[in-house]
């Protein structure tokens, strides 16, 4: 197995808690009466957000709270934004905040009246949820759902998307309780700010994309839109309701590659017409997705009860380690064996139970680790390769004049590197390793990607342009290309065999796919859609997460052993290793990274 390291108060950030002085307040509160004129009589300031103000005001003629929604950013493109406002008059619907009135201030600001939703957000009742642990109630998760799918289904209808669903964005119309009454809000908003020019700018992470990211579709990203996106939002919303949290966090970045490619950990406390429904609402394809209308009726058809079953009462042994963590090892598949954890910075021991073993090793700048088949770690930082024996410990072995790619040892005596465009093999000749031969290869974007057969010889998948697998014996001769059906991710042998398992970039998401190099063949690994990690270990044995919360073992043959019940709890695995009758789990949430060592499994607890 391996794994890669990718590398002021009066202007307040987008979604940033921020609260005006006194004296910031009047000023706005005057300069918002003064644009709307004397039909409007301002009451308060209710928030903001990443392109307005929001206030609270009374119409004088008709009597009615609205909320006033003044936007800061000026732009000459006003056209734009009222075209696509304007279609917005058109939705009629209870499930839908109204639009009441468009006005352009002379002095430039544009002003939005909607009516007034005095029940706060969902994004407030979920934040009290989670402080009071008042999560899990089916019952109103159901409601929620149900009220937001009607308006969907009413807009979807009339050919409108929202196209930037999210708790912030649904509104209670009194407060918050079983029986409230849910309102979309900003419906089409961001297509308008796109229009006008009022879109995320130049420079910015995802520059161009309307939409939140942690709420955002794979097709969003790449700039496709369409009724399905608004139902994969709604499927996050539904996932943070259920677990307390969105399937994915991080970066803009870190979330589009994890809704591109990673599937979430749904919790098996759920009950399975709620786990299947998450599942399917969250699918990577567009296609697979129920509308709107067809979500209603499914939600009508599972059966309510008041809380989620509560989770098994073990608790596993939890270690915390540097948010940097990238991945963990097993130190060996005997039943005492302990694990390794490696981050940027350090090597971490830990014996079978969990407890550390000696003092963490310092590293500098590992960018890549890669496990051989004796159970020594090889480590790349940058342009340097280091061994971790854990008998013999830590030193390194080879230093080259560029920044190495990928690596791919076998046993102690030989490495081979893809650095500068070339694949190189190198051998142990006395105390120094020597270059044996090196190969040309084609790059295009994305790094070549190695692996070791069992036999010794290497295995390198080249892409992204037709991308394929090439295989060179101990000479350098390159004795089998295989075309791949999409570019390889990742690339990991699978001991004592002569296959590999490559995941590989399909259509909108990654796929687990066997390659039998001697058959020739390719063929998807039988592992189910919902597997979302794989980790092989020595004996030749595969091991897999499941996000429904279960472990799957292949045998070498690649037939499925079995599987083992887990409580994965909330927060997505990143990587996880099985020692022996023990699993080591890397988890994150936000900055915060940790271990979980839980076991032991045996044979008789497996699960045909």
């Not at 075209?83 to 839908?96: D, K, Q, S, T």
């Not at 900003?186 to 161009?208: V, W």
């Not at 009462?313 to 490696?342: C, D, H, N, Q, Y």
């Amino acid at each position: 197995m391996s794994a890669v390291i990718r590398e002021s108060r009066s202007s307040p950030s987008p979604g940033s808690p921020y609260a005006p002085t006194p004296a910031e307040l009047a000023c706005w509160l005057s300069a918002v009466g003064r644009d709307l004129g004397s039909r409007y009589e301002m009451l308060g300031y209710l928030g903001h957000g990443a392109y307005a103000t929001v206030w609270k005001a009374r119409d004088r003629v008709t009597k009615e709270l609205v909320a006033v929604k003044r936007f800061e950013t000026k732009s000459g493109q006003a056209g734009g934004f009222y075209r696509e406002l304007n279609a917005l008059f058109r939705l009629r619907h209870p499930r839908i905040v109204r639009i009441v009135n468009l006005l352009e201030a002379p002095a430039g600001p544009r002003y939005l009246i909607l009516e007034h939703c005095g029940g706060g957000s969902l994004r407030g009742a979920l934040q009290s949820a989670v402080r009071t642990s008042d999560l899990g109630m089916l019952s109103r998760t159901r409601m929620v759902a149900r009220q937001v799918a009607e308006g969907l289904a009413e807009a979807h209808r009339l050919g409108l998307a929202h196209r930037d669903l999210k708790p912030e964005n649904v509104l209670f119309e009194t407060t918050a309780s079983d029986g409230a009454t849910v309102k979309l809000a900003d419906f089409g908003l961001a297509r308008a700010l796109q229009s006008a020019g009022l879109a995320a700018q130049s420079g910015a992470p995802l520059a161009g994309l309307s939409g939140t990211p942690a709420y955002m579709a794979p097709e969003q990203f790449e700039g496709v839109f369409a009724a399905a996106t608004d139902v994969y939002a709604l499927g996050v919303i539904l996932y943070e309701l259920l677990h307390g949290q969105p399937p994915f966090e991080g970066s803009p970045e870190q979330l589009a590659y994890q809704h591109l490619r990673q599937s979430p950990v749904i919790s098996a406390a759920l009950p399975h017409p709620w786990r299947s429904l998450l599942a399917t609402l969250l699918d990577k394809d567009p296609e697979r997705r129920p509308t709107a209308g067809d979500l209603l009726a499914r939600l009508e058809a599972i059966p309510v009860a008041r809380t989620i079953p509560p989770k098994l009462p073990t608790k596993p042994v939890v270690r915390s380690v540097p948010a940097s963590t990238l991945v963990v090892f097993a130190e060996s598949t005997a039943p005492s064996a302990g694990f390794i954890a490696l981050s940027a910075e350090a090597l971490f021991r830990f014996d079978q139970h969990g407890t550390p073993d000696g003092k963490p090793i310092l590293l500098q700048r590992l960018t890549q680790v890669e496990q051989a088949a004796d159970d020594r770690l090889w480590l790349v930082q940058g342009s340097r390769v280091s061994v971790f024996d854990g008998a013999a410990g830590y030193r390194e072995v080879l230093r080259m004049d560029e920044r190495i790619a990928a690596i791919a040892p076998h046993g102690s005596e030989r490495i081979a590197l893809v650095v500068g465009g070339e694949l190189a093999e190198f051998a142990l000749t006395g105390a120094a390793f020597r270059r044996c031969w090196s190969k040309p290869l084609r790059v295009h974007g994305l790094p070549p990607t190695l692996a070791r057969l069992s036999d010794g010889r290497v295995a390198c998948a080249e892409g992204p342009i037709n991308p394929c697998l090439v295989v060179f014996d101990w000479d350098g001769v390159p004795t089998v290309r295989l075309p791949l059906p999409g570019p390889c991710w990742q690339l990991r042998p699978w001991p004592t065999t002569s296959r590999l398992l490559a995941t590989l970039l399909i259509g909108n998401g990654l796929q687990d796919q066997v390659i039998d190099v001697d058959a020739g063949t390719i063929a998807p690994l039988d592992a189910g859609r919902d597997t979302i990690l794989v980790a092989a270990g020595c004996d030749g044995r595969l091991h897999g997460l499941r996000s429904g919360g279960e472990m799957m073992r292949w045998h070498p043959s690649g037939r499925v052993a079995g599987t083992w019940p887990l409580t994965l709890g909330e927060a997505a695995p990143r990587a996880f290793a099985v020692a022996g009758e023990r699993l080591a789990l890397l988890r994150r949430r936000g900055e915060t990274c940790w271990l979980e060592f839980l076991g032991p499994f045996r044979e008789e607890d497996v699960h045909a």
